[in-house]
C-alpha cells in the first residue's frame, strides 16, 4: 500500500527572492510536485529538485487557468501519490491567500500538512517604497483590506466607518479597479480628503512603481496614467515618511530589467549581485545535468598526462566526485592544472589546488580536458587554443524545457532593456533559443559583453554590442551598466 504524502502550504513573500524564509526554501527543494501562483517569483523554482513536477496555478485579469477547486484537489491527488507537494503562495498564505480552503480539504482526507508564514506584500512593498506601516508620530495602528470580494459586483463589503476611525495606515490588496471606490466611501465616513494615497506596482521588484497623491487626486491620477494590478495601496499620514525613508529606489542599478544568458545550473554570484543593486534578473536557459558515461580508461590513466584543463567551476565539483564515488586518489594527477577563469580557478584552490590560467599554457605535452557535455557542441579555441587532446565529460548538460513557459510568462510581465552575456559560450544557446520573446529582445535591448572573446562571438551571430566593462568584472560591469543609465537620464 502506497503512503501518503504531505503537503507544504508556502508563502513565497512578495517577489524580492532573498525574503523567502529558510523553512519555505527548504519546502521548495525537497517537493516532487510544486504548485505555484502567478505572484510567487518563478526565480524560486530553480531551487526545486531536477524532476521535480511544475504546475502553474496562476491567474490573470480575464484568464484563469486553475480554479480553486481544482487546486485544493490536485493537491490532495498528489498527496495520495505518496508525493511532497508544495503550495507557493505569493506573500503570505493566510493573508488573502485561501490558505484555510486548501488546508480544510487536506485535513478532511487525512492528509498531513504544515502552513508556512511568508513576508507579506502589505508589508514589504511599503517598506521597499521607504515607508514603514507604523511610525510613533504617523501611525500606530495597521489594518489589512482585501478591495474586492465575493459581492455581485466586486466592491469590498467594509465597515467603513470602523476602518476610517479606528485605522491609522491601511493597506488595500488589489485596489487598482475600485479605487473610486474606496476612496469616495473613505471621505464620506470621515477621512480627510488630503489623507496621502500610494500605490506600489510590483513591490520588492527591481522593476517596482510608484504612484502618489491624495484620497481626492489619486483615482484620476491612476486614470490617466494606465497603473495597474498587481498592487498595494496604501493610505494614510504616514506616506510623508517615504522621502527620508526612501532607499530601494535610491539602488544604483534600480528599474534596470536584465535577461542575464545563464551558463551553469542554480543562480550565478552574477545574478545575485546585480539584483542586490536594485536590478529585476532573468536567467536563461536552466540548465539540468545528469550523469554522464565515464571514460574508465581515462580515469585509470590519469597519472599519464602533462596537463589538465578544467573548463568550468561545476566541473571541478564533478571531477571530485567522481574521484570519490571511484576510490581515486588525486595524487595520481601530476599534471599542471589549468583553467579558464578566475571562477574556476577559486573552485580548485578551494580543494587545495593552485591552476594557472589557460591563456598561459604552452602547446607541449598531452591534455586532458574535463568539463560537461556542452565542450562537444562549442569550439573549444573560446577556451583554449591546443592540438590534440583527451576529453572526460563529468555530466551530460542539457537546457531544461519545462522552465520555457515559466520564463516566457516572466518575459511577458517585465520589460527587459538589457541582456548580458558573461562568456562566449553564454551567447549560442540564447540565439538558438525557440523563444520568439528572447529573438524579439536580441533586436530591442543593449547588448553587454563581458569580454573581448564575448563580443568578437557575439559579432559572429549578428549581434551589435552595446556595452563592454572595461574589465570582465562585476564591479566593471555594474559601473558601466550605472553610467550608461545616467547617460539615458540625461
Known sequence: MKQTGSVYLVGAGPGDIGLITVKGLEAIKKADVILYDRLANPKLLDFAKPDCELIYCGKLPQRHFLRQESINDLLIVKALEGKTVTRLKGGDPSVFGRVGEEAEGLAEHGIRFEIVPGITSGIAAPIYAGIPVTHREYGTSFAVVTAHDKSNNGQPNIDWEGLVKGVDTIAFYMGVANLPFICENMIKHGKASSTPVILIQWGTFGRQKTLEGTLETIAEKVRSSGFTNPAITLVGD????????KWFENQPLFGSQILLARTSEGESDLARQLREQGADVIEYPKWKSTPAIMEEDILSNLCTYDKVLFTSPESVAQFFTILAEREIDIRHLHAEIYVPSVKSKKALSSRGIVAKLATTMEEAGTLLIIGDSTI???????????????????????????FLPIVERMLEEADIDTIIFPSSLSIQPIVESSSAAIHTLLGTSKIVAMGEKTEIMAATHGLNV???????????????????????LI
Open 376 to 402: 562537444r557542441s562549442q569550439t573549444l579555441e573560446n577556451t583554449v587554443n591546443y592540438g590534440s587532446h583527451d576529453v572526460l565529460i563529468t555530466s551530460e548538460k542539457t537546457i531544461d524545457e519545462q
Open 238 to 245: 504616514i506616506v510623508n515618511v517615504r522621502e527620508k525613508c
Open 466 to 488: 552595446n556595452i563592454r566593462p572595461t574589465k570582465p568584472t562585476v564591479e566593471e560591469l555594474i559601473k558601466s551598466l550605472t553610467i550608461d543609465e545616467e547617460k539615458v
